[in-house]
């Protein structure tokens, strides 16, 4: 069973529509390709910057927090299987960062949702089993899939509604283009966050097993 499959069933927030052109889409291909030239992939010269100021801005973000973190790539998208629970997922980057090994996620979306927390735990969990490795923590990236823009539009359609229904207007945060968090400054929320996807990759196979309209039955 596969990672991602888990993770969407959980409630992935943002439909995957228009990749190709969103800006988060473009960061995130230009830093894979970064990556893979570092770490000297056959076929893979340093990228051209784009042209998109917007994506301008977020590859230099990245590269910003890089060189902040003294950050050392180890691989790429490598696949990861865990035996003892049977489920498979590909890591986006394995890494030395402050020279601790972590494991980074680069998302495409307009938030960090919670659902990332699982995710990045179960690709953790499963190649410390395969490798013996241990793991200080996990850094989930979020480049955002809209501008400026678009960002500042949806914030005041969102305060809009609320105000109808009778609710206050909230403070629109800060547009980020970049935005990169520790996910385990908190002790524990390792364990915690892959009990919780252990509890989903149950019920999404028992929901596999037992709904009519998945099996017929």
């Known amino acids: 069973i ?8 959980c409630g992935l927030h943002e439909v995957r529509k228009q990749q190709a052109a969103d800006i988060g889409t473009q960061i995130h291909d230009w830093s894979e390709r970064y ?9 893979y010269d340093f990228p051209e910057m784009p042209d998109s100021n917007a994506v301008q801005i977020g590859v230099a973000a990245f590269m910003d927090w890089e060189r902040e ?39 495409s979306s307009n938030g960090l949702y919670n659902t990332v927390n699982m995710q990045t735990a179960a690709y953790v969990r499963a190649d410390e089993e395969e490798s013996g490795r241990e793991y ?3 850094w989930a990236i979020r480049l955002s899939k809209e501008s400026e823009e678009e960002y500042m539009a949806r914030m005041k359609l ?14 629109i945060p800060p547009y980020q283009v970049f935005e990169a968090k520790y996910l385990d400054a908190e002790e524990g929320s390792m364990d915690r966050d892959y009990k919780g996807f252990l509890h989903a990759k149950a019920l999404f196979e028992w929901n596999k097993a037992t709904d009519y309209f998945l099996n017929g039955k």
């Open 69 to 107: 973190h003294k950050v050392k790539f180890v691989s790429s998208e490598r696949v990861v299987y865990s035996k003892k629970h049977d489920y498979i997922g590909k890591m986006d980057i394995e890494a030395k960062i402050d020279g601790d090994l972590c494991l980074i996620d680069l998302k």
């Open 2 to 9: 596969g990672v991602d499959h888990i993770y969407e069933a």
């Open 136 to 138: 200080t923590g996990r």
């Open 158 to 171: 969102k305060n809009e509604k609320s105000m109808r229904k009778g609710k206050e207007a909230r403070e």
């Open 35 to 43: 990556i893979k030239h570092k770490l000297n992939v056959k076929g």
